[in-house]
């Protein structure tokens, strides 16, 4: 059986790995797409995190708690991870257009309630509740486009931490070739 930075657990199935987060971070990883299995030609830096579900109950009971727990549980971790150039242009792309489009929804919505309350009357709401309907368009949008981008990938990463301190980082919907060179890295 294997181990964590060894490949795979035989429960966690065949599109799943399990790496050292300083592999992860410091973009040691086999040169093979973790998505098509091909060759990896560029390098896709991405950013995952988790936080242990029960993080989110304390909304019910103390803001402050939540935001003690969430401090102290929250595990993140960024790094590279090899694709094929195309993956990593349309990842980029939808990437840079969501931040585009959430920047234009701020902006819109911050000027247009100015301008509106500024103008004044029938012609300053009309103002208003036009701006504001395109900025929270835009705000959506870039949700849209952060799916998207997400889907592009297909990969779900999280981030663990054993029993003696040690971040581990899971990804799941790894292309099998990704995960056999994994395993066979670290032989």
Known sequence: MSGP????????GPNTVVISAADFEGGRLPAICAVTGAPA????????????GWVGCLFFINFLALVVAYV????????????????AVRVDR??????????????????????????????????????????????VGSIAMSVMESSALGIRGKVTKDGFGTRWVQLQGVHPAFVWAVANSRS
């Open 5 to 12: 930075g060894r490949g795979t657990y035989p429960a966690l």
């Open 41 to 52: 030609t560029a390098n896709l830096e991405r950013r995952y995190s988790t936080t242990p």
């Open 72 to 87: 102290f549980t929250h595990q993140h971790v960024t790094g590279r991870l090899p694709v094929i150039s195309a993956i």
């Open 94 to 139: 939808l990437h840079r257009n969501g931040s585009l489009l959430f920047g234009a929804g701020i902006i819109t919505c911050f000027v247009a309630a100015i301008l509106g309350s500024a103008v004044g009357g029938s012609a300053g709401e009309i103002f208003a509740a036009t701006g504001l309907t395109l900025g929270v368009l835009a705000l």
